[in-house]
């Protein structure tokens, strides 16, 4: 049967290999999130152009992806996300018969992630993490003594310390779903809950430390605390951990640590799925097939340092990845551990609101 939609697809890409053209895939990933060899690797397996483009924010990337034509093949929101874009109908379900490796998944993450996405129908598991307390150490421990509570929200939430650590810079996420959970955490509320009357006790707590947060930001820490340009981030640990490296290698004396809250930190999952509308479904599946390869998924998180959801890739990890209570957490911390599910419109709105006088502090 004559298919004009598809026998354009198939005359674009006998054109392109005529002319010697690679068949472009675009992937729409979060930054300091991939080894970039790999992205070499892929290209020269697969013959496909790889256009890899970053974000630093959920929120970003649903704007595009909600608004259609995003031309991206390939994107990675986290799964309270992903699960409401799911509703929306802006994913495909995933041809697993591509997937050849797809049996490598770690069946420990599948069952956290069923949650949003029931049967892992439209996303694979990419990486998985906490989001917490980046410190250096030095620095917070000669502000605030050598018993410096850089393990506990105390430290970004008591404004008694924010005052004192705004002299060397403090850095928050940009990033609502998760600083209005942690703000509940601390005051004992339920870091899941979406009713107003709730949500709205998270703002007190962010608003009084507000003065003395230099910068609402979600990538740029990872720099500013290896330079020693600030000293506190409250942020996501695979990012806080590349930070501690970056200082190491600059040899520059500044000790980063990472530490989830002992009070309990939320532990999301980022997920890898394809718009409704990807320009090349094909390219897109190639793609998840390759991160789902056991090497090439140890080979990514043993340079980001996060957790991934691949079982076969566990045997290939560093010590220093695998062995980290910080990366891959005990079962005591585990415990402690929470997540969250997706804002309603209204919730959403209402928190969104929130943020906007919290960042601008009115
Ligand atoms: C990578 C940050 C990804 C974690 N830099 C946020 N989901």
């Known amino acids: 049967m004559f298919n004009a939609k598809s026998s354009t697809v198939v005359l674009a890409a006998l054109l392109a290999a005529q002319a010697g053209w690679a068949e472009e895939v675009r992937v729409y990933n979060w930054s300091d999130y991939i080894d970039e060899e790999l992205l070499t690797k892929f290209e020269e397996e697969t013959g496909y152009d790889l256009i890899y483009d970053v974000f630093d924010s959920n929120e970003v990337l649903e704007t595009k992806l909600l608004a259609g034509g995003s031309g991206y093949d390939v994107v990675v929101p986290s799964a309270t996300f992903l699960q409401r874009q799911i509703s929306a109908g802006a994913f495909q379900p995933l041809d697993k018969s591509k997937l050849t490796n797809i049996g490598n998944l770690w069946d420990v993450v599948s069952a956290r992630t069923e949650t949003y996405d029931p049967g892992g129908e439209y996303s694979i598991n990419y990486m998985w993490g906490t989001t917490g307390l980046g410190v250096?150490?030095?620095?917070?421990?000669?502000?605030?003594?050598?018993?410096?509570?850089?393990?506990?929200?105390?430290?970004?939430?008591?404004?008694?310390?924010?005052?004192?650590?705004?002299?060397?810079?403090?850095?928050?996420?940009?990033?609502?779903?998760?600083?209005?959970?942690?703000?509940?955490?601390?005051?004992g509320e339920d870091p899941d809950a979406k009713d107003e009357e709730t949500l709205a006790k998270a703002e007190p707590i962010l608003a009084a430390v507000r003065p003395f947060v230099q910068k609402y930001h979600s990538s740029e820490y990872i720099s500013a605390l290896a330079n020693?340009?600030?000293?506190?981030?409250?942020?996501?640990?695979?990012?806080i951990l590349q930070s501690r490296d970056r200082a190491f290698e600059a040899d520059n004396g500044v000790e980063v640590a990472y530490n989830a809250p002992v009070e309990g930190a939320l532990m999301w999952f980022d997920q890898m799925a394809i718009p409704v509308d990807a320009p090349n479904p094909e390219g897109a599946h190639a793609f998840l097939d390759f991160i789902l390869n056991a090497e090439n998924m140890a080979a990514a998180s043993n340079y980001v340092y996060y957790a991934n959801g691949n079982a076969a890739s566990m045997p290939l990890l560093v010590e220093d990845v695998i062995g980290d209570p910080a990366i891959y957490p005990d079962k005591a911390t585990l415990e402690t551990l929470y997540t969250t599910t997706p804002y309603d419109a209204r919730a959403q709105r209402f928190v969104t609101r929130m943020w906007t006088r919290i960042k601008s502090g009115t």
């Open 136 to 187: 250096n150490v030095g620095k917070v421990t000669e502000i605030l003594g050598e018993d410096a509570p850089i393990n506990s929200l105390e430290l970004v939430f008591n404004p008694e310390n924010m005052e004192k650590l705004a002299e060397c810079g403090v850095h928050f996420l940009d990033a609502p779903t998760e600083m209005i959970p942690a703000a509940l955490q601390y005051i």
């Open 228 to 239: 020693g340009d600030i000293c506190v981030a409250f942020g996501w640990s695979g990012d």
